[in-house]
């Protein structure tokens, strides 16, 4: 896959695993088909594997989780940011969460699986919210 401008710091498979979800440096996450896996490697590079670029965060994306069953993707970025998304929809961004500057820069983030309305969130200052 080609589309990201410096490192990928996150990835995320959906359930089928039909389709992958990286985050990078550039700031942007990229929103992609997996191929056949019968496809000869050496054919050359198809860019419509590349479905959207999701564009909200202002500074690296370092961790992403999808939703099974919702099709919803979780980002969290060093712009202090946690960012709720519905991928191929008009309007992907659903919503946005900023955390108080004292609690830090989320490092990590995920649905909570027995109940996916809640998400939790781990930051640079050691704390875990949900």
Same mark, same amino acid.
């Given at each position: 896959? #080609?589309?990201?401008?410096?490192?990928?710091?996150? &990835?995320?498979?959906?359930?089928? !695993?039909?389709?992958?979800?990286?985050?990078?440096?550039? /700031? @942007?996450? #990229?929103?992609? $088909?997996?191929?056949?896996?019968?496809?000869?490697?050496?054919?050359?590079?198809? =860019?419509?594997?590349?479905?959207?670029?999701?564009?909200? +965060?202002?500074?690296?994306?370092?961790? &992403?989780?999808? +939703?099974?069953?919702?099709?919803?993707?979780?980002?969290?970025?060093?712009?202090? $940011?946690? #960012? &709720?998304?519905?991928? !191929? @929809?008009?309007?992907?961004?659903?919503?946005?969460?900023?955390?108080? @500057?004292? $609690?830090?820069? =989320?490092?990590?983030?995920?649905?909570?699986?027995?109940?996916?309305?809640?998400?939790?969130? /781990?930051?640079?200052?050691?704390? $875990?919210?949900?």
């Amino acid at each position: 896959f #080609r589309g990201h401008v410096g490192p990928v710091l996150s &990835l995320a498979v959906s359930a089928k !695993g039909d389709q992958c979800f990286s985050g990078g440096m550039d /700031s @942007t996450i #990229r929103c992609w $088909t997996i191929p056949n896996s019968n496809i000869d490697p050496y054919d050359s590079y198809d =860019p419509k594997v590349q479905e959207d670029t999701l564009v909200a +965060h202002t500074d690296a994306v370092w961790g &992403l989780s999808i +939703h099974s069953t919702k099709m919803q993707l979780l980002s969290c970025s060093s712009d202090g $940011t946690v #960012r &709720l998304w519905s991928p !191929g @929809t008009k309007s992907p961004l659903l919503n946005t969460f900023t955390a108080d @500057t004292e $609690t830090g820069v =989320p490092t990590s983030v995920d649905f909570v699986r027995c109940d996916p309305s809640q998400l939790v969130a /781990s930051y640079t200052t050691s704390n $875990t919210y949900i």
